[in-house]
């Protein structure tokens, strides 16, 4: 069982809008940055989203982050059948340790 | 450009151990830290440790305390995870990633793993 929620999936149709939710605690999203990161299907995680809404260079801006209280939201715009993929969401929780979420499966029907 | 390539991964049984190795290339490794992350098969990422620059600071996820140690060797742009008592829930793909820290309440905390290597499978069975 994962320290931060995520819902298993989501789908959505291509050109169209989902968002990610990912909830925590105080112990870690309410009082830290939170990360998104992107696993294609069988490849390693690339990072999305860091310090809860920055892009890195060369993610698109259809990919956006966002955090209120002990929660955070991955928003994903002008859905392509290429953003198939398994999203994470990190960040520090004080109990000295790195946790992610479970991970949400995109479907692009 | 960053490159992180891990080794060291195979078949070991249950009790047994193993070193795996990450070498670093196209950034100044002795400035960052450095962590290892694990994925079962078909499981979530689970955080397995991190080391400071220096190596000074080492922390470590409950499920691998006492038995796993993180290291690196700044001379040769390296970072490893010695692997002992193995079981088989270690069985996972190991990725070692790059760290950008930053300040907070806490002091220097982690914020995001920027580069990730391609992962090396190491299967715990008898």
């Known amino acids: 069982q994962s320290v931060l929620t995520q819902p298993p999936s989501v789908s959505a149709a291509p050109g169209q809008k989902v968002t990610i939710s990912c909830s925590g605690s105080s112990s870690n999203i309410g009082n830290n940055y939170v990360s998104w990161y992107q696993q294609l299907p069988g490849t390693a995680p690339k990072l999305l989203i860091y310090d809860n809404n920055k892009r890195p260079s060369g993610i698109p801006d259809r990919f956006s982050g966002s955090k209120s209280g002990t929660s955070a939201t991955l928003g994903i715009t002008g859905l392509q059948t290429g953003d198939e993929a398994d999203y994470y969401c990190?960040?520090?929780?004080?109990?000295?340790?790195?946790?992610f979420g479970g991970g949400t499966k995109l479907t692009v029907l | 450009q960053v490159q992180l390539v891990e080794s060291g991964g195979g078949l070991v049984k249950p009790g047994g151990s193993l070193r795996l190795s990450c070498a670093a290339s196209g950034f100044t490794f002795s400035d960052y830290y450095m962590s290892w992350i694990r994925q079962a098969p078909g499981k979530g990422l689970e955080w397995v440790s991190y080391i400071s620059s220096s190596g000074s600071t080492i922390y470590y996820a409950d499920s691998v305390k006492g038995r796993f140690t993180i290291s690196r060797d700044n001379a040769k742009n390296s970072l490893y995870l010695q692997m002992n008592s193995l079981r088989a829930e270690d069985t996972a793909v190991y990725y070692c990633?790059?760290?950008?820290?930053?300040?907070?309440?806490?002091?220097?905390?982690?914020?995001?793993?920027?580069?990730w290597g391609q992962g090396t499978l190491v299967t715990v069975s008898s």
């Open positions: 990190g960040t520090w929780d004080s109990s000295l340790a790195e946790v």
């Open positions: 990633a790059r760290v950008e820290v930053g300040i907070a309440a806490a002091g220097i905390v982690p914020y995001y793993f920027d580069y």
